[in-house]
């Protein structure tokens, strides 16, 4: 790997488990109940549980095309939001978050071992690095979504303490 691949590869990974900018991702959700998840807040037009879901919609998407496929695009964006609002129980809340979570350790991997320039396939002047970069963002994005929703909600910070606290 080269120096440069290296570094880029170093900062995606740091992008993608939230450190340094925010709190790890993995410590922002596994303490999520199923009401918590659920409960909608009053202006905001989804819950944290949908939030997770179409984190995880587009992080599968990209994967997909990291790994050399071509997975179906939606008709519209609203397709990768889920209309249920809330988990139907713990097991299914527990399943979501592990999936977001699976993922992305999938893709910290990928940025340890892949040539990040390399063109993509399925995804035409696209790089695994690019789509890695936007896997970050946008989960990065989101997530500042969730923390705020948990504020808002009076369940911050989680267990181990959280910044902003």
Known sequence: MSQSNLAFSQAIVKSLVGERG??????????????????????????????VKHMSYWQDFMLTHIEGGKPQAPA????????????????????????????????????????LDEPLVNFPNETKGGLLRNIASHNSYHLGEIVLLRRLQGAWPPPGGGYPA
Do not use: C, F, M
């Not at 303490?31 to 939030?51: N, S």
């Not at 249920?84 to 893709?107: C, R, S, W, Y």
């Open 22 to 51: 925010h709190i790890p991702i993995a410590r922002a959700l596994p303490d999520i109940t199923v009401e918590l998840a659920g409960k909608p807040v009053e202006g905001v037009p989804y819950t944290i549980y949908q939030l």
């Open 76 to 115: 519209n964006v609203q397709e990768s939001w889920p209309e249920e609002t809330a988990p139907a129980d713990e097991a299914q809340l527990q399943a979501a978050i592990e999936h977001l979570l699976n993922g992305v350790e999938k893709a910290v991997a990928i940025a340890q071992t892949a040539q």
